[in-house]
């Protein structure tokens, strides 16, 4: 692993153990095993290092969330999958998901550029408009329902990492909160 990932890697899990103001740069710097003047080459400030982790994390999680849906599917499908898989990564990547939620109410949030949300949410967006247009959906503000949408994805990844429950009831779960969502906005 490079030094700037090795970075990266050393703040996410910081960041997602003691929070942004508790974990200093030099703390950062000692887990990642490089020097402070390193982690300053790579990111001027600790700013510049917190966004560049969310827009490393956002990323990844849009990969994985999207790359497994397949625009043939029918409009329900779709948001079954974008759901389950961002259900699912947020389960199996807890301190990426800590990071985001952290990070999605910290003041850090407002410096992110109309151009990096606009590019975030497109896709969901896209699906969202086409349901709208297709009246499959709710004639409802699309970033209303983007908001609605990720709400409900958020608080359930939070409560099934909170709970212990087998696979087979978590996805049950999934599976139900997935329906009360869809009848919600359709």
């Keep these: 692993m490079d030094k700037k990932e090795e970075i990266l890697k050393s703040a996410l899990k910081l960041f997602a153990e003691f929070g942004f103001h508790a974990t200093p740069t030099s703390k950062i710097a000692k887990e990642a095993g490089v020097a402070n003047?390193?982690?300053?080459h790579y990111y001027k400030t600790k700013e510049e290092l917190i966004l560049a982790l969310y827009k490393h994390t956002q990323g990844e999680l849009s990969k994985y969330v999207?790359?497994?849906v397949s625009q043939e599917d029918s409009l329900e499908i779709v948001f079954?999958?974008?759901?389950c898989n961002s259900i699912e990564w947020a389960l199996e990547n807890k301190a990426e998901f800590q990071f985001i939620q952290q990070f999605s109410s910290?003041?850090?949030h407002?410096?992110?550029s109309t151009e990096d949300i606009n590019?975030?949410?497109a896709i969901l967006l896209d699906f969202i408009?086409?349901?709208?247009?297709?009246a499959d959906i709710k004639p409802l503000p699309a970033d209303l329902l983007q908001t609605l949408i990720n709400s409900h994805i958020s608080g359930l990844a939070q409560y099934l990492s909170v709970g212990e429950f087998s696979t087979t009831k978590q996805k049950k779960i999934i599976l139900q909160s997935f329906e009360m969502l869809w009848d919600m906005i359709t």
């Design 37 to 40: 003047g390193t982690l300053f």
């Design 66 to 68: 999207y790359s497994r």
């Design 80 to 83: 079954k999958s974008v759901y």
């Design 119 to 121: 590019s975030q949410a």
């Design 106 to 108: 910290s003041p850090f």
């Design 110 to 112: 407002t410096l992110i």
């Design 129 to 134: 408009h086409e349901g709208i247009k297709s």
